[in-house]
């Protein structure tokens, strides 16, 4: 079974500063790691993926993650925070060769003017 | 605006009615997802289908919840003698051919159900 967790259900930056959004996974084999953004009464909108490679991805926005193997964890992370940024943040997780996409339950970021 | 389209955004109905969405997938992509998401809860995976074959259901799909993807386009999920439980999101995400590519997600169908 598959398995993601979000350890904060929200996180308090001032802008300007920077984030992290916390995400670990379980998963048999290789995964597939998402993030993923969600602003109210919306859809999810992608923000990064991991497949393989570099341990550091870069996604939209300035978001960018690490993977990190032997801690099982993804953590979303940007250099300088945004008042624009706040919202809700999924981290998700496919194991290679399935399909079954499994999300965390959320990070809401809120960013202090 | 993902290209991902579904209907209707809202609807509102009496416990017991039925209901029916509609999902227009992005036109290339063979894979489509229903996904229910109620309030502080990430997503909760309900069905996949490649095509028009319905491969993968989860458990929280009772016999009250039926989805099809005739001839591999458009997708409708349909749930009868709804309950208050039932109140949420649902969500649809297409995902183009490959091993490693991103979901694309649609804006959501919000239920009510009074």
């Known amino acids: 079974a598959q398995s993601v967790a979000q350890p904060e259900d929200q996180v308090n930056v001032a802008e300007g500063n920077p984030l992290t959004v916390k995400c670990t996974y379980s998963?048999?084999?290789?995964?597939?790691l998402f993030w993923y953004v969600q602003y109210p009464n919306r859809g999810l909108q992608f923000l990064l993926k991991?497949?393989?490679?570099?341990?550091l991805v870069k996604g939209s926005y300035g978001f960018e993650a690490e993977f990190n193997k032997s801690q099982t964890s993804f953590h979303l992370k940007k250099p300088s925070a945004l008042v624009s940024d706040s919202a809700l943040y999924f981290c998700?997780?496919?194991?290679?060769?399935?399909?079954?996409?499994?999300f965390g339950t959320g990070t809401k970021l809120q960013v202090i003017p | 605006d993902t290209g991902v389209s579904q209907n209707p955004r809202h609807k509102i109905t009496k416990r017991g009615q039925n209901v029916t969405f509609r999902c227009d997938p992005i036109?290339?992509?063979?894979?489509l997802y229903w996904y229910r998401q109620t309030l502080g809860q990430g997503p909760e995976f309900l069905t996949y289908?490649?095509?028009?074959?319905?491969?993968?259901k989860s458990r929280l799909l009772s016999d009250r919840f039926s989805a099809e993807r005739p001839k591999g386009s458009f997708s409708t999920l349909e749930i009868q003698r709804t309950e208050q439980g039932d109140s949420a999101m649902y969500l649809c995400?297409?995902?183009?051919?490959?091993?490693?590519?991103?979901?694309?997600f649609g804006q959501g169908t919000r239920l009510t159900v009074v």
């Open positions: 998700a997780v496919r194991p290679g060769g399935y399909q079954k996409v499994t």
């Open positions: 998963v048999s084999g290789n995964p597939y």
């Open positions: 991991y497949i393989t490679g570099d341990n």
């Open positions: 036109s290339e992509h063979n894979r």
């Open positions: 289908f490649q095509n028009e074959a319905q491969l993968e």
């Open positions: 995400a297409s995902i183009p051919t490959g091993e490693s590519t991103e979901a694309f």
